[in-house]
């Protein structure tokens, strides 16, 4: 069992930045790939991005490409997602999420998932 939690999020304007931050509880994230999702309001679950779990290669949706940066420390105990240029389409509620395998962009390859964190981007 792996327990994600969270930190980061809040309130931002357009244009801005924010990080959010998933650790996973007792243990590090070697050997899980680790995404990112979010749900706005009214809105499905989507994917936003992904680090594979061994050669730290990076996936984005192309929503966020460019402007969202998916990272994790050296020792592999937290993931980071920075994002930039935040924009109020991006307001949701973000969930961290770990895996072993298969496709990123699906939700229900997902084992493991965080508490979520709002995000709200207004002026």
């Known amino acids: 069992q792996v327990q994600l939690i969270q930190s980061g999020g809040g309130s931002v304007q357009p244009g801005g930045s924010l990080r959010l931050s998933c650790a996973a509880s007792?243990?590090?994230?070697?050997?899980?790939?680790v995404g990112w999702f979010r749900q706005g309001p009214g809105n499905e679950r989507e994917f936003v991005a992904a680090?594979?779990?061994?050669?730290?290669?990076?996936y984005y949706s192309n929503a966020v490409k460019g402007r969202f940066t998916i990272s994790r420390d050296s020792a592999a105990i937290t993931v980071y997602l920075q994002m930039d240029s935040l924009k109020p389409e991006d307001t949701a509620v973000y969930y961290c999420a770990a895996q072993t395998s298969g496709s990123y962009r699906v939700d229900s390859n997902w084992n493991y998932w965080g508490q979520g964190a709002q995000v709200i981007v207004s002026s």
């Open positions: 007792g243990r590090s994230f070697w050997g899980y790939a």
């Open positions: 680090i594979a779990a061994t050669d730290d290669n990076t």
